[in-house]
C-alpha cells in the first residue's frame, strides 16, 4: 500500500464555527489560566510523555506554564505532571459540563465540515470496507459522519454528558459511556477493523499503555489526530492576553513530526496516510486583531485585504513543511 500524505484544508469552511472565538476570548482565555493555575499545583513531570526520558531544562514559559522539548525524541512536555486530581477536575467536574460547553453548539455543521472530511480521508487511504471503534468520542460528531457515510461505527467516551448529547443526533451508530479503566478491555474484545482517536491520545495519562494494548489487539488500522507543537505555540507564547488553544489546559503535552515518528518506530506501526494542515495563521490574525489599534471598522476590511484574504496561502507554507498545528495519521498496526 502507497503512503498517502496531503496537506491544507480550505479554512474559510470552518471560520463561521470558530466566530465566537473573536467574540468570547476573555471567556476561553479565563477558563485556560484557571485550568494551567491547576496544572502549576501538581507535582514535577520526571520523564517525556512520549519516550520516557529523562525531562530537561525549561526552555519556554507560556501563559504562566514552563515547557521542555525532549532530547532525545523531540516531544514538548509541560514540566508538571497531568496527575489523576488535575484530569478528574477538568474533564469530570460537573458531569464534565465545563469541559463539553464548546462541543455542544453546530452540530450538524461541524458534522458536515468538520468530521465528514475526516471520514473521506479515512476511506481514501483504507481503499475498503471496514467497521470502526472510536475512543474519547465526545459528542458522537465522527461517529456521525460515518454513519452518514454507511460506515458501522461505535463511540465511547468518559463524559457522561457528552454521550447524552450525541445520542439525540444517532440513529444507526451508537455512542456509549465507558470507565476509563474498562477501555483496555474494550479494545481487547473489539472485532473491528479501525480505533480512532480523534484529539484524544494526547489527553490520555498513559498513552503508551493504551497503544501497547492496541498492538496486542485484533484492530488492524489506528486513525489518530493529535495537535502539535507548532507555529501556533509561537504566537501563543507572544500573545498572552490571547486564548490559546494549542498550549493550555488540558493540553499538557504537544507531539511533533519526530516525536510522532519515535512513537511509530518504537511501536512497530506502519504509516499509511498523513493529513497536514493547521490553522497557525489563523491563531496569529486572531491573536493580532485582537491586539490591534483602530478607531473605525473600516480597519477590519483593511485587516482582510492585506492579511485575511491570504490565510489559506500562507497556511499551506507550513502545512507542507509539516510544521502545523494538527495532523491526521492512518497506521497500519
Ligand atoms: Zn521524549
Not at 123 to 146: D, M, N, Q, R, T
Not at 160 to 171: A, D
Not at 202 to 230: A, D, G, M, T
Request: charged residues 30%; glycine residues 4%.
Amino acid at each position: 500500500m502507497k503512503k498517502i500524505v496531503i496537506y491544507s484544508k480550505k479554512i474559510s469552511d470552518v471560520s463561521n464555527i470558530k466566530k465566537d472565538f473573536f467574540d468570547v476570548n476573555k471567556k476561553y482565555l479565563d477558563k485556560a489560566l484557571k485550568e494551567n493555575k491547576l496544572y502549576t499545583q501538581q507535582i514535577k513531570r520526571k520523564n517525556c510523555k512520549n519516550c520516557n526520558s529523562k525531562i530537561n531544562k525549561i526552555i519556554f514559559k507560556s501563559h504562566k506554564v514552563d515547557y521542555t522539548i525532549c532530547n532525545k525524541c523531540s516531544h514538548l512536555n509541560g514540566i508538571y505532571e497531568d496527575s489523576n486530581k488535575f484530569v478528574n477536575k477538568i474533564y469530570l467536574t460537573e458531569e464534565g459540563s465545563n469541559y463539553a460547553l464548546p462541543y455542544k453548539k453546530d452540530f450538524k455543521l461541524r458534522v458536515k465540515n468538520i468530521y465528514t472530511p475526516k471520514v473521506i480521508f479515512l476511506k481514501k487511504v483504507l481503499k475498503k470496507k471496514f467497521s470502526l471503534i472510536e475512543i474519547g468520542c465526545g459528542a458522537g460528531h465522527f461517529i456521525k459522519a460515518c454513519e452518514k457515510m454507511k460506515i458501522k461505527a461505535t463511540g465511547f467516551d468518559v463524559n457522561r454528558e457528552l454521550i447524552s448529547i450525541g445520542k439525540n443526533y444517532l440513529k444507526k451508530n451508537k455512542v456509549e459511556l465507558v470507565k476509563e479503566q474498562n477501555i483496555y478491555n474494550l479494545i481487547k474484545k473489539s472485532k473491528d477493523d479501525v480505533l480512532a482517536m480523534i484529539s484524544t491520545l494526547e489527553h490520555l495519562q498513559k498513552p503508551n499503555i493504551i497503544l501497547k494494548h492496541i498492538k496486542k489487539s485484533n484492530i488492524k488500522y489506528l486513525y489518530i489526530v493529535v495537535p502539535l507543537f507548532s507555529f501556533s505555540s509561537l504566537v501563543e507564547n507572544v500573545f498572552n492576553n490571547v486564548y490559546p488553544r494549542q498550549l493550555s489546559g488540558s493540553h499538557t503535552h504537544l507531539f511533533t513530526k519526530e516525536s510522532l515518528n519515535y512513537l511509530v518506530k518504537k511501536n512497530n506501526f506502519k504509516i499509511l496516510g498523513e493529513w497536514w494542515f493547521g490553522t497557525d495563521i489563523s491563531d496569529l490574525f486572531r491573536s493580532m486583531i485582537l491586539n490591534s489599534n483602530y478607531y473605525d471598522t473600516r480597519f477590519l476590511k483593511i485587516y482582510r485585504k492585506y492579511f485575511g484574504d491570504h490565510i489559506d496561502d500562507l497556511q499551506n507554507v507550513l502545512d507542507r513543511k509539516k510544521i502545523c498545528c494538527e495532523v491526521h495519521m492512518v497506521l497500519k498496526v
